[in-house]
């Protein structure tokens, strides 16, 4: 894949996002599209200067490390999607502009303490990471709807301490979908988040809850019809790892 065929690839994935946010009755100028650079090398990722790709994301913090120390972090926003552990909080706080894996309380009030250490550091932009597939593999708030009453309770009350932590800045929402072959199987999950997100607002108003970020290649679309601001997009980007641009 050369350089032209990835600008080529990129033009078609905004489209498409653009096509789906319509349906929606928004702008595709509302969705975010990230980069998901994880198992690609620097030389590779070195490659989207220049196509308007403003957000990489990475699953693993030493990977991000290595790519972040050769090629800097402008002119680019950092995304952590992967799981996060309290003890790689500092190095996740001091490599990325946005944790969108905050799946606990004891995990924020940690990454909090690790901001207000640093006089340099403005506040973390974290979203929070909701289970609402019930799957065991996946991490995040278990909260697979608003009818579990006992569930929304703890979530809520897990919310509330969090927005009301002094170095973070809780925006959005984050799920990742079951993988399934057809994307309709999966928007009910990202119908879900939106709902959630919905309640966030009224029941958390002082924080603003705009983003949902859901959909990876394979389902981005659906996700954006039903209210994605940000997608993570990496195979329809980039290629499988053995197909990858190589400089």
């Not at 924020?108 to 799957?135: F, K, S, Y």
């Not at 996946?138 to 009818?147: E, I, M, P, T």
């Not at 800045?169 to 072959?181: E, K, N, S």
């Amino acid at each position: 894949m050369n350089s032209d065929e990835l600008l080529a690839r990129l033009t078609a994935i905004r489209d498409r996002v653009t096509v789906a946010a319509e349906k929606s009755g928004r702008s595709g100028d509302e969705v975010t599209v990230i980069a998901v650079t994880k198992t690609h090398p620097a030389t590779t990722v070195a490659r989207l200067r220049g196509t308007g790709v403003a957000d990489l994301g990475e699953n693993r913090i030493q990977e991000a490390a290595t790519k972040i120390e050769e090629l800097g972090h402008a002119p680019w926003r950092w995304h952590l999607i992967g799981s996060l552990q309290s003890n790689k909080a500092a190095q996740a706080v001091r490599l990325f502009d946005v944790i969108h894996s905050v799946d606990t309380l004891k995990l924020a009030q940690r990454l909090d303490r690790v901001v207000a250490d640093d006089p340099e550091r403005g506040p973390m932009r974290i979203l929070l990471q909701v289970n609402v597939a019930g799957e065991a593999s996946k991490s995040g708030f278990d909260l697979r709807g608003l009818d579990d009453g006992e569930r929304w309770e703890r979530f809520l009350g897990a919310v509330r301490e969090i927005a009301a932590l002094p170095h973070l800045v809780p925006c959005g929402l984050m799920t990742i979908a079951p993988l399934a072959d057809d994307p309709e199987q999966v928007r009910p999950c990202f119908r879900a988040l939106a709902r959630i997100r919905d309640a966030l607002r009224e029941h958390v108003p002082d924080r603003d809850w705009r983003e949902l970020s859901m959909g990876m290649s394979n389902d981005f679309e659906a996700a954006v019809e039903e209210g994605a601001t940000m997608v993570r997009v990496g195979r329809a980007i980039l290629g499988d790892r053995d197909t990858a641009p190589r400089p």
